[in-house]
């Protein structure tokens, strides 16, 4: 695994997506939560061809900014850029856009882990 990997993940702004759906606000516009969700699984998706059989890659950290609504009926797509590999330890740029320009970018974590050991920690 390499730093470089890139990924852009793409959804449209509908009712379940919203603020006022997921409960992180009370308008009808493109949810910080979703958003968020958008740039994870960009990042996840980077590198997921590079991962062995058992492995996946688990969310740890996540710093963003959402700075610009987004409405209804708008194409979102968020980038995820892998920018240091230390270890186990995954360091991802992560941006996202609608048709205007950006809304939101920051730094994403993630973590390289057996499927079977995470899971066995489950109570």
Same mark, same amino acid.
């Given at each position: 695994m390499k730093e470089g990997l890139t990924y852009t993940s793409t959804t449209v702004v509908d009712k379940t997506?919203?603020?006022?759906?997921?409960?992180?606000g009370d308008m009808e516009v493109f949810a910080t939560p979703a958003m968020v969700a958008l740039m994870e699984n960009a990042a996840m998706k980077a590198v997921a061809d590079y991962l062995e059989e058992d492995q996946t890659t688990v969310g740890s950290e996540i710093n963003t900014t959402h700075i610009k609504p987004s409405a209804l009926g708008a194409t979102i797509s968020a980038t995820a850029i892998l920018s240091s590999v230390e270890g186990r330890k995954l360091? !991802?740029? /992560?941006?996202?856009r609608d048709n205007h320009g950006v809304i939101g970018e920051g730094t994403?974590?993630? !973590?390289? /882990?057996s499927r079977e050991?995470?899971?066995s920690k489950l109570l």
């Open positions: 997506n919203t603020a006022v759906a997921l409960g992180s360091t !991802f740029l /992560v941006a996202a994403h974590t993630r !973590f390289v /882990v050991r995470f899971l």
